[in-house]
């Protein structure tokens, strides 16, 4: 059964740091694009950055380039959030999902396009105050 398992949210004063966790199971890891999400309350869904475990290729959406960076760690199956210089506006429901790629090298194009991601998380709570 594929599974992927959030943790590390919290709450944070403006300026702080969190790292999320994401652990991957039920599947070969270095077949897949593991991404992260968020939803504030009341607004839809978006794609925060994504990592793809064949090639260590990256990206992230504008809101998190500069402030976080994705990485992993193969022999855990994990994949982690670092976020740093957090804002207000970043509070909300992070969510990690996982989709199979074919890809042998990047990423495909819309990387963040929630419909790719067929395995989804139950999220966790990140609240920044100001």
């Given at each position: 059964?594929?599974?992927?398992?959030?943790?590390?949210?919290?709450?944070?004063?403006?300026?702080?740091?969190?790292?999320?966790?994401?652990?991957?199971?039920?599947?070969?890891?270095?077949?897949?694009?593991?991404?992260?999400?968020?939803?504030?309350?009341?607004?839809?869904?978006?794609?925060?950055?994504?990592?793809?475990?064949?090639?260590?290729?990256?990206?992230?959406?504008?809101?998190?380039?500069?402030?976080?960076?994705?990485?992993?760690d193969n022999a855990k199956n994990t994949v982690y959030l670092q976020m740093n210089s957090l804002k207000p506006e970043d509070t909300a429901v992070y969510y990690c999902a996982a989709h199979y790629t074919t890809i042998q090298g990047g990423l495909d194009t819309s990387?963040?396009?929630?419909?790719?991601?067929?395995?989804?998380?139950?999220?966790?709570?990140?609240?920044?105050?100001?």
């Open positions: 059964e594929v599974q992927v398992v959030e943790s590390g949210g919290g709450s944070v004063q403006a300026g702080g740091s969190l790292r999320l966790s994401c652990a991957a199971s039920g599947f070969s890891f270095d077949e897949y694009v593991i991404g992260w999400f968020r939803q504030a309350p009341g607004k839809e869904r978006e794609g925060v950055s994504c990592f793809s475990s064949v090639d260590g290729s990256t990206y992230y959406a504008e809101s998190a380039k500069g402030r976080f960076t994705i990485s992993s990387p963040l396009a929630t419909y790719r991601y067929d395995y989804w998380g139950q999220g966790t709570q990140v609240t920044v105050s100001s």
